[in-house]
């Protein structure tokens, strides 16, 4: 697995390389603007390219549109974006119309070295990694009458494992419950969002609920996590 890294903050983007290195994973190069990122991977091609949302020359999002743009031009290679803020917006804009390879984490999130290992590989695998802050915010914008707000405690639970990527097993594995249980519990969310069957498969149900929720979004401000 070979990664490109974008990260203006020195500490930050050192800290991300080592932990990746130590894992065995290829860092092929580590930068500190948009510009040198996009030319690095379009050279490169990495498996995974991780960068910081707000970087030079503008910090204005210049780290978001050089993914947006590398998305497009090679959706092979992965995209994990890592943001100082809680902002589900930017997640919605990666994802686009399709959440393989697709990942959102929240700074905070990288010193726990196993989540942004896992990221990585899953994203690397053609999965999705979105921060669960991400999906817990676009789920809980709902508190309104509606189908989201017909879901049960432990549903939301699944719809938020579910949306952020993770097969039945692995949220069966995380809430403790067994495998059929957690089918149960997809059913009855899909049934409660009208989501069409055909869209109960890995990647399209992912596809599915955050569609859904991009539908049924109100405006917000962003705010720090």
């Known amino acids: 697995m070979r990664i490109v890294v974008g990260e203006d903050n020195a500490l930050v983007r050192e ?5 990746l290195e130590r894992a065995g994973v290829e860092v092929a190069d580590a930068v500190d603007n948009a510009d ?5 991977a379009l050279d490169l ?25 590398l998305r497009a031009a090679h959706p092979e290679i992965g995209i994990i974006l890592l943001s100082q803020f809680l902002d589900a917006d930017y997640a919605l804009e990666l994802v686009g119309t399709h ?15 196993s989540a942004l290992l896992d990221a990585v590989r899953r994203v690397a695998a053609g ?3 979105l921060d669960p802050d991400v999906i817990a915010q ?16 432990r549903e939301h639970e699944v719809l938020t494992l ?16 067994t495998v059929p249980a957690v089918e149960r519990h997809v059913t009855g969310i899909f049934t409660k969002l009208g989501l069409r069957r ?4 890995q990647h399209c149900r992912v596809l599915a609920v955050l569609a859904y929720l991009r539908n049924q979004r109100t405006p917000y401000t962003s705010r720090e996590a």
């Open 127 to 129: 999965g999705s990694a």
């Open 162 to 177: 579910m949306a952020e990527g993770h097969a039945n097993a692995g949220i069966a594995e995380r809430l403790v419950v």
């Open 198 to 201: 055909a869209d109960r498969t």
């Open 15 to 19: 800290g991300i390389v080592r932990v």
């Open 36 to 40: 040198d990122l996009r030319r690095s």
């Open 45 to 69: 091609k990495p498996d995974v390219v991780v960068t910081d949302i707000e970087m030079p020359p503008n910090h204005n999002g210049d780290g978001l549109r050089a993914a947006l743009e």
């Open 99 to 113: 959440p393989e390879g697709a990942g959102y984490l929240l700074k905070e999130k990288v010193a726990d070295t």
């Open 138 to 153: 676009l789920v809980n914008r709902h508190g309104g009458p509606g189908p989201v707000a017909q879901l049960t405690p």
